[in-house]
């Protein structure tokens, strides 16, 4: 007969219930994150938050000889909206973005597609060789290019003396705005094709694969595959593109220097924000044209984007 022990069956501990994390542990951990963000919160607030908030104040207030600063509400902004020089400067630079901007799009393309093809001797030479002016401060380039323009001793004169052919007073009011553009166009060539040819590296290779199966030639293969790919990389090109043509400063105030009965103190909104505000001490004013310039951008950047996402949306 069989023992007693023998037939007991030791039952399985019980699991015990497992701890659910309360409010007040999700609250400590939400903390922790916010401490973590904090120091670039405050510095963002400082260096960008602050100062937009203290210029549009400014704004709103105007300075008399008598009866010193008063509120002037948008008084500004309607002066603004009148201003001749503004809205030539505004226009001058909308000829700007229509014209450099696609071509210095296309060769940056241009060049990320010629790299990344392989067949290029020394790929890594000339990758750094396009984009080295980069590295070249804006102030320092359009000093040299100021030099190589000039109508009286500069390089391409002097070439074209050479060559027994008459060169094109480059630093002229028809020739002021190409010249600029052509020295924008040489500091961020470079920039943009070191984003494409990233973008295109980043390709899968199973695509390459599936392209050299159906017989695609490297024509097809960068019009059908590498272009579509780089469509999302254009347009935050061309949106970096449009802010940097509305807030163009430095090549022009360089150029003053090298020709200033060409280049006006409003010859571009930046430069005549600059001038409103440290040259004839209007600084409401400025800041009011400041803050319209800004619209103007938003305006513009966003009606970018929604041509190009309904361009993208149906391709």
Avoid: C
């Avoid at 600059?274 to 103007?296: C, E, H, I, K, P």
């Amino acid at each position: 007969m069989a023992s007693s022990a023998d037939t007991l069956v030791t039952a399985p501990p019980a699991a015990l219930p497992r701890r659910r994390k309360g409010p007040r542990r999700k609250a400590r951990r939400g903390r922790a994150g916010y401490l973590f963000v904090a120091p670039f919160l405050l510095f963002f607030a400082a260096a960008f938050i602050a100062p937009l908030a203290y210029a549009a104040y400014t704004s709103l207030f105007r300075t008399r000889l008598v009866g010193g600063t008063v509120f002037a509400g948008l008084q500004n902004y309607r002066e603004v909206l009148h201003d001749q020089a503004f809205r030539d400067g505004v226009l001058r630079m909308a000829r700007f973005l229509v014209t450099q901007v696609p071509i210095m799009l296309v060769l940056a393309v241009a060049f990320a597609l010629a790299i990344d093809s392989g067949r290029l001797w020394g790929p890594r030479f000339v990758r750094l060789s396009i984009f080295l002016p980069y590295a070249v401060p804006s102030a320092v380039a359009a000093l040299m290019w100021g030099y190589l323009y000039g109508p009286s001793f500069g390089p391409i004169t002097q070439l074209a003396d050479n060559l027994g052919v008459t060169a094109p007073n480059l630093l002229s009011g028809g020739w002021m705005l190409p010249s600029i553009a052509n020295i924008v166009t040489w500091e961020f060539v470079g920039y943009n094709m070191i984003i494409f040819y990233a973008v295109l590296r980043a390709i899968p290779a199973e695509l390459y694969e599936a392209a050299a199966v159906d017989g695609a030639g490297p024509v097809r293969v960068a019009v059908h595959i590498k272009l579509p790919a780089l469509r999302p990389a254009l347009g935050l090109t061309a949106i970096f593109s449009i802010i940097g043509t509305f807030q163009l400063f430095t090549e022009p105030s360089i150029m003053h220097t090298v020709a200033p009965n060409v280049i006006n103190r409003s010859y571009t909104p930046s430069l005549y924000a600059y001038n409103l505000a440290f040259t004839d001490q209007r600084l409401n004013y400025a800041a009011a044209l400041s803050f319209a310039m800004g619209a103007v951008i938003v305006i513009v950047t966003a009606a970018f984007v929604l041509v190009f996402s309904r361009r993208r949306a149906r391709s």
